[in-house]
C-alpha cells in the first residue's frame, strides 16, 4: 500500500497538506503518518525522565496538533498513525521518509512563519532538495 507522511506544524498550508493526504488516502488507500517535528535545545539535550515537567509542557503543543489530525482523519474514515520527532525539521523529515520508506511527504509551501513574501518556507524548501521520495508542495 502506499505510504505518505504528512508534515504538520498548526499553520494553515499544513491544514491544506493534512487535507490532501486525507483525500489520498480515502482516494487510493493509502497508509497516513502524520508527523510533527518539535525544536528546542532543551528537548534535544536531556532524555524524558530528566525533565519531565518541561517536557510535558514541550510536548502539549505537539500533542494537541496530532490529536487533532487523528481526529480530522478519523472524520473521513482515514486510519493515521501520528509522531512527535525532535530535531531539525527537513532533516528529521527526509530521514523519517527513509526508514518507512515513505512513497511520498506532503507539506505546506509555507508555515507558521510566513511573514516575507517568499514562495517556499525554509522547511519546504529544504525538503524539495532532500526528500528521498515525491514531494508535493501544496498552497
Ligand atoms: N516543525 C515542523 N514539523 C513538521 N512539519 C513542519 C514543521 N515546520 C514546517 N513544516 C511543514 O513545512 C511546511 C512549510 O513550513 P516552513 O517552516 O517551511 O515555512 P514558514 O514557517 O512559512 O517559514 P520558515 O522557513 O521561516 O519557518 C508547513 O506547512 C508544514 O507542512
Ligand atoms: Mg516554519
Known amino acids: ?6 508534515a504538520v506544524d498548526g499553520s494553515e498550508l499544513s491544514d491544506k497538506a493534512l487535507d490532501r493526504a486525507i483525500f489520498e488516502a ?8 502524520c508527523v510533527n517535528v518539535v525544536e528546542g535545545l532543551t528537548f534535544l539535550a536531556y532524555k524524558r525522565e530528566e525533565i519531565p515537567d518541561a517536557w510535558e509542557r ?5 500533542n494537541k496538533l496530532l490529536a487533532e ?8 474514515g ?17 530521514k523519517l521518509a527513509r526508514q518507512e520508506k515513505a512513497d511520498e511527504i506532503i507539506v ?3 508555515g507558521k512563519n510566513a511573514l516575507d513574501n517568499m514562495l517556499l518556507g ?3 524548501g529544504r525538503l524539495v532538495q532532500i526528500a528521498p521520495c515525491t514531494i508535493v508542495v501544496v498552497r
Open 69 to 76: 489530525a487523528a481526529q480530522k482523519a478519523e472524520a473521513a
Open 108 to 110: 505546506g509551501s509555507r
Open 1 to 6: 500500500m502506499k505510504k505518505i507522511i504528512v
Open 58 to 62: 514541550l510536548m502539549r503543543e505537539p
Open 78 to 94: 482515514v486510519r493515521l498513525r501520528t509522531l512527535a520527532e525532535a530535531g531539525r525539521p527537513a532533516e528529521t523529515i527526509a
Open 26 to 33: 480515502t482516494r487510493h488507500g493509502a497508509e497516513v503518518l
Open 122 to 124: 525554509s522547511v519546504s
